[in-house]
């Protein structure tokens, strides 16, 4: 593998797709396809941040299972409404996709499906944007039926008003003479499925809902505490640690879908620890409204656990990028931990004494990172789950905050603790 920055991906959700008898999406694609990733510089992104998303678009790439091959970047403040990137840089990548055989343009930005289509004839290949790919890898990791329900009620949503761009070979945009009658009656027939199944599913996930929502409630009143943050930052081998079971945890993107709640003790003091999807940028509008039970475990929690993957040169952004999820579930003022993780992985990068420039955030080293971050948030923590470094200090942590909540809840059982 080469990529000229970084990778490129595959998704099976997009085009080829067909139907089974049953009006359930099946797919029709290879299993083995190369890429290229696009994106666009524009005034509100830096070509550094535009880079650090195309890293982040490549990682999703390969935990889909495509082969990245290269990257292509335009400077453009506004998209062009016709094919979002001009068309040198569309003459471009053709030429590229034409040499390499290359079998899926993916841009980082949502496209329109006016966009997708004309793209996809300029260039011969198949199209895709981040949403879609998101999607993707979100129905390859879903293992409940609930989740299951979840991320299929989303591609339908993502794919109805983007149905047409898959009757192009009857090419009922252009009009004209016999080309009308089979092109609408198929799209519309297609149209038909597709609401009748986003009904059914809607359906079905209210009546699950429903069974979820009884479930929280037979838990009692027992503290909840809830590991939130961005996406392959650790939390299902947190998980594991705290609650001594053995989830499915991978160094990849989304491992895990489906939240596990599981009963924790701790100096004989009893709470529940849940792990949830972890987050990421431009995650697709349909997905968060489609895992909205899901997230309710986000919005009851009593003390979420902020796992921050402290390696990652770029992990301020994702902090942020958690926070404001976390305010657009009204659970940011929430008591949190900060649990910054992956320590047995950090390095920095040690300036020269001679060297009189500022020094920048990859100049810290971790003790100092550490004092920066206790001054901030005072309860913070820097450990490896892996190597389960300073888990008994977490252990001692939680145990604090538990208890504080504990007590007030049942405040007959203090001499216990």
């Not at 590229?96 to 343009?105: F, G, M, W």
């Not at 080309?179 to 609408?184: C, K, N, Q, S, Y």
């Not at 849940?274 to 987050?279: L, P």
């Not at 579930?329 to 993780?341: C, E, G, H, Q, Y």
């Amino acid at each position: 593998m080469a990529p000229v920055l970084a990778g490129a991906f595959f998704i099976k959700f997009a085009t080829p797709i067909g139907f089974d008898e049953m009006g359930k999406l099946i797919d029709l694609s290879p299993e083995v396809e190369t890429a290229v990733l696009v994106g666009v510089i524009n005034e509100h992104q830096q070509e550094q941040e535009v880079q650090e998303y195309l890293n982040e678009l490549a990682f999703l790439t390969e935990t889909a299972g495509a082969e990245p091959m290269a990257i292509f970047t335009q400077h453009l403040n506004i998209p062009n409404p016709r094919t979002f990137i001009g068309s040198g840089k569309l003459a471009e990548i053709k030429a590229y996709i034409e040499e390499h055989k290359i079998d899926l343009v993916i841009f980082d930005d949502e496209l329109s499906p006016s966009q997708m289509r004309n793209i996809e004839r300029e260039t011969r290949c198949r199209i895709l944007d981040r949403t879609n790919l998101i999607l993707d890898i979100f129905a390859r990791r879903a293992k409940t039926a609930h989740a299951r329900a979840q991320v299929e009620l989303a591609q339908y949503q993502y794919l109805l008003p983007r149905l047409t761009r898959m009757w192009t070979h009857l090419e009922r945009q252009r009009g004209g003479i016999g080309l009308r009658g089979p092109g609408e009656t198929e799209i519309e027939t297609d149209r038909r499925i597709i609401r009748d199944k986003i009904a059914r599913l809607q359906t079905q996930l209210e009546k699950i809902d429903r069974q979820v929502t009884s479930q929280r409630k037979n838990r009692g009143r027992m503290v909840k505490v809830v590991l939130v943050g961005y996406t392959n930052v650790g939390k299902s081998t947190l998980m594991n640690l705290l609650s001594k079971t053995t989830l499915f945890a991978e160094d990849k993107l989304f491992a895990t879908l489906d939240t596990t709640v599981r009963k924790v003790v701790i100096e004989n003091l009893p709470f529940l620890l849940s792990d949830t999807v972890g987050f990421i940028r431009k995650l697709p509008a349909h997905l968060v409204e489609s895992f909205k039970s899901t997230l309710d475990e986000v919005r009851e929690a009593d003390i979420l656990l902020h796992v921050v993957d402290i390696s990652h040169h770029n992990y301020r952004e994702q902090i942020e990028v958690v926070r404001q999820t976390l305010e657009e579930l009204n659970s940011a003022d929430k008591p949190t931990i900060m649990v910054f993780n992956k320590t047995d992985v950090f390095t920095y990068v040690r300036k020269d004494e001679d060297d009189l420039t500022d020094r920048t955030e990859e100049n810290r080293s971790l003790n100092e990172l550490e004092k920066l971050w206790v001054g901030k948030h005072r309860d913070s923590i820097f450990i490896s789950a892996t190597r389960k470094t300073n888990i008994d200090y977490l252990k001692d942590i939680l145990y604090q905050k538990v208890r504080e909540i504990h007590i007030q809840r049942y405040p007959y059982n203090d001499f216990l603790y």
